[in-house]
């Protein structure tokens, strides 16, 4: 076993951990599920069958990832921010057949208390704010707030906020990373 769980944990049978991950007090995987390497789990995690997990993913206290959800590298989950997998839940209506499927890019952030609609996939190193409701997709650095979510800017890497218009056709470089981005039609890139 290349991972360290607390005694808490239930890591059912079946389940893949890749080295270096951590689990922490009262987490509870299933046995589908798929976590890469040097992943921590916080306290009272809980993982279903059918999820994937990337490296290097942090995942805080008391979130669910609930089937139909993929987690890239490099993702930070925010404590207690929601994943849903059925668009109308009812409790009398069983809708198992019915999971829209959600993606969460490499580098995304999803910050703490946020909610993510099932359906949606989140981009690259895109930034969900803190208690923002997210019901589309979100594109590639950019940062959302709110309920219901909107851009309000475009993130770096590094999580910096970039000096870019949402629109129009612009470039800049961040000042912690050097990296330099452009956007153009709504669309920010990383330049090489």
């Not at 206290?61 to 139909?68: F, H, I, K, L």
């Amino acid at each position: 076993m290349g991972y360290t769980a607390h005694p808490s944990a239930i890591v059912d049978e079946g389940a893949q951990i890749g080295d270096g991950s951590r689990i922490w007090h009262f987490v509870h995987i299933s046995p589908g599920a798929r976590i890469g390497e040097r992943c921590s789990l916080g306290q009272n995690v809980y993982v279903g069958n059918d999820v994937t997990i990337g490296s290097n993913v942090k995942i805080q206290n008391n979130v669910s990832v609930y089937d139909a959800v993929t987690l890239e590298d490099d993702v930070f989950c925010g404590p207690s921010m929601v994943f849903t997998n059925v668009y109308n839940p009812r409790s009398a209506v069983t809708r198992k057949d019915e999971y829209r499927r959600t993606l969460v890019r490499r580098g995304a952030t999803l910050g703490a208390n946020c909610t993510i609609v099932c359906g949606t996939t989140i981009g690259e190193y895109a930034f969900i704010g803190a208690g923002a409701v997210v019901n589309r997709d979100v594109p590639a650095f950019a940062l959302v707030v709110g309920v219901t979510a909107r851009q309000v800017g475009w993130m770096s890497r590094f999580g910096e906020r970039l000096d870019l218009p949402l629109n129009g056709d612009a470039e800049t470089t961040c000042p912690h990373s050097g990296d330099r981005y452009h956007i153009e039609n709504g669309v920010c890139r990383l330049l090489a």
